[in-house]
C-alpha cells in the first residue's frame, strides 16, 4: 500500500493506493502548528480504520509520497517518515526530485511543488498539450505543452477566499454557504452572492483557459482542460470548457512520481 499526502494551504488530502487505484482517501484540515507527534496520532487514527492496515503505525504501508505548499508541514512530516515510518521508502516532491516533467519557467524552484504534480498527473493520463484547473486555497491554471513541459500557468484567489473577503470587506454582506442558487439573477442577498461566486468562477475559467489554450497550441480545440480540487464539482456545471474532471489528480501525480523515484532510493 502506497500512503500519498497532498498538503494545501487549507487542506489537506490523503489517498492510500493499492497498486494503481485508490482505496481510500481523507480530506483533513491543514494546521501549520501541528508537531510530528500529533500528525502521527492523526494518522493512526484514520488509516486504522481501515480493514486492510493493521493496528499499529505503519503496518500495511509499503511507501509514502508527500507534497507540500506549507514549509513547516512539510518538515514535520518529514519528521513523520523518520521517527514512525524509518523503515518505508519515503518521497518528499522538492528539488531534485524525479518527475519526469521539465519546467520551463524562470525560476522552475518557485513552482508550488503540487502544481508540478498535477501536470505529471496530466501528461500520464492525457498527454499533451493541456491545461489543469485546480481550485483550491487559489484557482491555478496549469499549461503542458504537447511535448510533456511545464510551461507555466495563472493563479488567481480561490472560491473560499473570495467568499472570505465579501463577508470581512462588505458592511452588509457576510460569509456564504458556497452553493448553486435558483438562477444566475439572485432573489436574495444570499443567492446574490452565490451567483457571483458560482457564475462569476466559471466566467473566469472559460475566460482564461481559452486565452491559455490559443497560446499553447495552433487549434485550442487539441488542449485537453482537465479540472481537480475540492471545490471543482461547484464550477463543473457551469465551465463550457471543462473536458474532465479528476478529482485526485494529485495524488496520482505523488503515486507516479513515487514510482520515479523509489528504485533510485
Known amino acids: 500500500m502506497l500512503l500519498t499526502i497532498d498538503v494545501g494551504n487549507t487542506h489537506t488530502v490523503l489517498g492510500l493506493f493499492d497498486g494503481e487505484d485508490i482505496v481510500e482517501h481523507w ?3 491543514t494546521d501549520a502548528r501541528r508537531t ?11 488509516m486504522g480504520m481501515h480493514p486492510l492496515l ?20 512539510l518538515h514535520e512530516l518529514r519528521e513523520v517518515t523518520r521517527r514512525y515510518y ?15 516533467v521539465p519546467i520551463l519557467t524562470d525560476n522552475p524552484k518557485e513552482v508550488g511543488a503540487d502544481r508540478i504534480i498535477n501536470a505529471v ?68 442577498t444570499v443567492e446574490a452572492m452565490q451567483a457571483g461566486i458560482v457564475y462569476g468562477f466559471a466566467g ?24 481537480t480540487g475540492g471545490l471543482a464539482p461547484m464550477v463543473l456545471g457551469e465551465s463550457s470548457v ?5 478529482p485526485w489528480l494529485t495524488l496520482v501525480g505523488l503515486r507516479l512520481v513515487y514510482e520515479r523515484n523509489v528504485s533510485r532510493m
Not at 510530528?36 to 484514520?46: F, I, K, N, R, S
Not at 489554450?213 to 487539441?222: H, I, T
Not at 471543462?242 to 479528476?246: K, S
Open 204 to 227: 473566469q475559467v472559460d475566460g482564461v483557459v481559452g486565452r491559455m489554450a490559443r497560446e499553447l497550441a495552433d487549434d485550442p480545440d487539441d488542449v485537453t482542460v482537465i479540472a
Open 86 to 100: 524509518g523503515d518505508v521508502p519515503a518521497v518528499l516532491v522538492e528539488p531534485g526530485v524525479k518527475t519526469g
Open 121 to 188: 498527473a496530466a501528461v500520464e493520463l492525457y498527454g499533451g498539450p493541456a491545461i489543469v484547473v485546480d481550485f483550491g486555497t487559489a484557482t491555478t491554471f496549469d499549461a503542458v505543452s504537447a511535448r510533456g513541459e511545464y510551461v507555466g500557468g495563472v493563479i488567481a484567489p480561490g472560491i473560499e477566499i473570495s467568499v472570505e473577503a465579501l463577508g470581512v470587506k462588505g458592511a452588509q454582506l457576510r460569509k456564504i454557504e458556497v452553493a448553486r442558487p435558483r438562477s444566475v439573477i439572485g432573489k436574495n
Open 242 to 246: 471543462i473536458d474532465e474532471h479528476e
Open 36 to 46: 510530528a507527534d500529533e500528525l502521527a496520532v492523526l494518522l493512526q487514527g484514520l
Open 54 to 73: 493493521g493496528d499499529e503505525l505503519g503496518d500495511g504501508i509499503d511507501g509514502i509520497a508527500i507534497c507540500a505548499t506549507v514549509p513547516s508541514v
Open 27 to 29: 480530506r483533513i484540515s
